[in-house]
């Protein structure tokens, strides 16, 4: 089904597809995506593939400069309706994700997990998952990572179906795109709670 929806979805998004990456390439004089190490089912290692919305400026020192400073306009705009995610679905038909699952994370959160969280890498990672449509990047990661052990819990076709539509309408309103204070999400740093 994944392979299915995936390759049905990014062939009636191509044209939206084509104009982005034609249009980010000349926007960003480059590139137009990029490829970040994300862990996987396991915890295995995979590259997910985003449409770009930061620039590379960088300090004095070399060091990129904060999320905040580099996501420009048009950037901001993608990111708002999740246009940065379509080339997921070339991560899903590879088979390193799924549409439904648990957003998979940074690498360098492996080590911050307490067992309970670390569940969430027993299944595929996925596009959209049951913690994006309950706030996104709005809730706590104590939130986040409640919502993702229990889709993990109790996943299944409906539920699946449930999410997928409520994330289109989520998309076509730009819900729950970043926390406050945040382009995105704040880093998540560990935690006291939780075995």
């Given at each position: 089904?994944?392979l299915?929806l995936s390759?049905?979805?990014f ?6 597809f ?23 089912k ?8 985003k449409?770009?919305?930061m ?34 679905l070339?991560?899903?038909?590879k088979g390193?994700?799924?549409l ?15 067992e ?9 990672p996925?596009?959209?998952g ?10 706590s990661?104590?939130?986040k990572f409640?919502?993702?052990l229990?889709?993990?819990q109790?996943y299944?076709f409906?539920?699946?179906l ?6 289109f309408f ?6 729950g ?10 880093k998540?740093?560990?935690n006291?709670s939780?075995?």
């Open positions: 089904m994944d299915f390759i049905f979805l062939t009636l998004l191509s044209p939206l084509l104009i982005l990456y034609t249009g980010l390439t000349i926007h960003f004089k480059g590139k137009p995506i990029f490829a970040q190490e994300r862990p996987g396991g915890g295995v290692i995979f590259n997910i593939l449409f770009k919305t620039n590379d400026r960088r300090d004095t020192s070399g060091a990129l400069l904060p999320d905040r400073d580099r996501l420009t306009t048009l950037g901001g705009i993608i990111r708002k309706f999740s246009l940065d995610e379509i080339p997921q070339l991560n899903v038909i390193d994700m799924s439904i699952g648990p957003r998979p994370l940074l690498v360098e959160y492996l080590g911050l997990y307490s309970d969280q670390f569940k969430r890498h027993l299944i595929k996925g596009v959209t049951w913690a994006q449509i309950n706030g996104r990047n709005t809730i990661w104590e939130e409640a919502y993702d229990w889709y993990v109790h299944n409906f539920l699946d449930k999410i997928l539509l409520r994330t989520n998309v076509i309103g730009g819900k795109v970043s926390q406050q204070g945040h382009v995105s999400m704040g998540f740093t560990g006291k939780s075995k």
